[in-house]
């Protein structure tokens, strides 16, 4: 009896030792520092720094739920731009935001471009968790997929729009599998409009109900006149994606011709108590002021494209820098970043309406609903 007691303690021993190893190794394979991820509405818009006074050109942020602004401090000569907050969470509460990064050199006058791509930081922390290459300068913005995957698209200098997947939980010294971490061009699979190649800045994801796979930019493309070999004002239209997010397969223009509005960029769109309503800024022909838009927006029934009825938008401000306009919680409220690169750059909140205006009968409505504050 003694003995098959000493034989079981020693048994017990084995099996908890093997355990503990099993345990050790387990964890010295997993990648560390990973997190459990949480989809939520992004809770800061990144700002272009080149809308605002001064030589930082590094982006601000901004809370859509108390308006305040902040910035990520990086080491001198590096600048970070165009960036874009992911839609989730860690259960820490800790978001990451990818944008253009570039390295600076030199001094007195002569300061070159040595180095550039996409970085990615953890917010509001400032912690560098990922860099990647590119061949191309991304410029016109960023965003990320839904879900909560490393995953961005972004527009480059070419025109074009790219997406590239990344780990920022890989253990250091993992090799990324497949075409992890280099940018890849998003391919048409339908006709592109124009006679061209098309060109693309400002993409946006909404969050609201109906743009699982739509997203939302703001287009030119070469015009398709032989006697005219220039290209259109700048236009929003949505792009649908196929199910892996790598070509467009259907696209449309979002807002009504217009002869009163030229161009038209930096669109946010969001589920309001009276529907869907997207803000964008935009200017009229022969004019460099940009006006804050708000238009009622609704899905077709049939195919689920979204259509803007611009003709019924309502002009809330003047003056605006050529940012994306900021909803907050629940869509009642909307700021705009105005008097670009002037002394005294402010973000001021605009209630959004519950109720629109005949077609062919544009309101504008200035009234601010008294918040308001300097965002240099």
Known sequence: MRFSLTALLRLALLVALGSTLVAIEVARLAPSGRHLRVPRKVGVVGLSGLAFDGVDESTRFVDAETGAVTRLLLPAGEHFDDAACSPWQDEKGVSHVIGRWRKDEGRDGSVVMVDFGLACFTYPQGEEVARIACDVLPQGGACWYPGTADRVLFASADGMLYHVSFDTQARAGDRPA????????????????????????????????????????????????????????????????????????????????????????????????????????????????????VAPVRLDPVTGAPRADSRRAVVLADNCADTTPVFGPGGQRVCALLHPKRPGTSLNWFTVPRTWPARNARAVAHGQDGRSGHAG
Do not use: C
């Open 178 to 293: 497949g075409d992890e971490g280099t940018p890849t061009p998003i391919r048409w699979d339908v006709a592109p409009p124009g006679a061209g190649p098309v060109m693309i800045r400002h993409p946006s994801w909404p969050s609201a109900p109906g743009f699982e796979h739509t997203m939302i930019v703001s287009l030119r493309y070469l015009r398709p006149q032989p006697n005219d070999d220039g290209y259109t004002s700048a236009q929003l239209w949505w792009l649908r994606l196929n199910a892996k997010g790598t070509a467009i397969i259907a696209a449309g223009r979002l807002t009504l011709p217009d002869e009163t509005v030229y161009d038209e960029s930096a669109s946010s769109v969001a589920a309001t108590p009276s529907g869907l309503v997207v803000a964008y800024v935009a200017s009229a022909l022969h004019q460099l002021d940009r006006k804050l838009h």
